[in-house]
């Protein structure tokens, strides 16, 4: 699976957007974008995923550049429970492929 | 959605005994389930992949005669740590992925603490 680079922690205003980005320079045509979040001792949790296309579900935006080396994921208002490590994960959409997970990003919603 | 139940949430154990987590798919068939170990600070890990009817694959670095893994069915997969030390003490996470799908599902871990 291709590699991501996050930053490692961002902070964001309650109510406000949180933009996370995440650079995959080295994406292969059929592998996916996933994000995850993990809050504090719990599993992870789905968020959104897409290919090439903007894609928008009750929880998030992801937002693909057209070279689809990098992607943000947008939380339109985020809420103090919106606080944990945000995984940026790629991989070709197969079954039984496992998530390779890196550091992520640790986003602090603060009031 | 999905739902993947992770049991028991939180034990301890004291060294040199066995304990085992189960991971259960409830309103879905899982041919195959990943377990995941994190420690503290740090991301997930994959340890082994489990595939119903057959041998667990372990990843590189990971003893299979320790963390023992049985997937006797679509819906239950189990991770025994043998022998359990202080080092083993962590996070452990399995996931599911819908036979008849295409989502992923982790469960809510498993925090072990060997004493």
């Known amino acids: 699976d291709a590699k991501t680079t996050q930053p490692p922690s961002m902070d964001c205003a309650e109510g406000r957007a949180a933009n996370l980005p995440c650079n995959h320079s080295t994406i292969s045509g059929n592998e996916y974008v996933y994000w995850y979040r993990q809050i504090h001792s719990q599993g992870p949790q789905y968020i959104i995923h897409g290919l090439k296309n903007n894609e928008t579900n009750e929880m998030a935006s992801l937002i693909i550049t057209e070279d689809r080396k990098s992607s943000t994921l947008i939380l339109p208002h985020a809420t103090l429970r919106d606080t944990a490590v945000y995984y940026c994960i790629v991989r070709v959409e197969g079954y039984g492929q496992n998530f390779v997970f890196g550091p992520g990003t640790r986003l602090s919603v603060l009031p | 959605g999905a739902v993947v139940s992770q049991h028991p949430s939180r034990v301890i154990c004291k060294s040199g005994t066995s304990v085992k987590i189960e991971c259960r798919s409830l309103?879905?068939?899982?041919?195959?389930m990943f377990w995941y170990r994190q420690f503290p600070k740090q991301s997930l890990m994959l340890m082994a992949t489990?595939?119903?009817?057959?041998?667990?694959?372990?990843e590189q670095g990971v003893e299979k005669d320790k963390f023992l893994i049985n997937h006797a069915s679509l819906t239950l997969s189990t991770l025994t740590v043998t022998s359990a030390h202080p080092e083993d003490s962590s996070f452990y996470i399995c996931?599911?992925?819908?036979?008849?799908?295409?989502?992923?599902?982790f469960g809510s871990g498993t925090r072990l603490t060997v004493v």
């Open positions: 996931s599911a992925r819908d036979a008849g799908g295409y989502g992923y599902t």
């Open positions: 309103d879905f068939q899982a041919t195959t």
């Open positions: 489990s595939n119903e009817g057959s041998k667990a694959t372990y």
